[in-house]
């Protein structure tokens, strides 16, 4: 939970701060969704309309524990941007997947998640902590450009900072 509250939600509350968010149609929307052995939508997709709003409403996400229910959680994200109505308006939509570890259940269908997510439009970025992951199951749930999958592995969650510039620059 320390890492969780120390780590993880600085870097979500960091990288909000890279997007203009509002309620213009051309401004981002920014949503956090948690899960583990369930799914969690913890900050609602287009729920707020100031950079100020979102990044209060990351800082208060509760860390859950559980188990790593991979599969479930980008299925039930899938559903989140299908209902967003955005697509199709010119705004890039990308998911960025944090995770510490390998799915510990529901990982037969990762790549039909994500092609289930690209056909929506959305690019999945996927991000690595520690030495649990496992850098085939991170490129499966990674999109690719030009054959380079938008994934990234670091050793300890305090290096996640180091993603955000590249991640920006890649949205």
Partial sequence: EEVWNNTYLPFAQALSWQFEIGTASTSSQVGVATFASGYQQDVDLGGYTTNTETSEAILNTVYTGGLTNTELGLGQV??????????????????????????????????????????????????????????????????????????????????????????????
Avoid: H
Wanted: aromatic fraction near 4%; glycine fraction near 12%.
């Fill in 78 to 171: 899938a559903d989140m941007f299908a209902s967003s109505g955005r697509q199709g308006q010119g705004i890039p939509s990308v998911l960025v997947v944090v995770t510490d570890g390998n799915p510990s259940s529901g990982s037969s269908d990762l790549g039909a998640n994500v092609a289930a997510l690209e056909s929506l439009g959305v690019t999945v970025m996927a991000i690595g902590v520690g030495d649990d992951v496992d850098p085939a199951v991170l490129r499966t749930m990674a999109s690719t450009k030009n054959g380079n999958p938008y994934m990234y592995l670091v050793d300890e969650a305090c290096g996640i900072d180091f993603v955000i510039d590249d991640l920006a620059s890649n949205m």
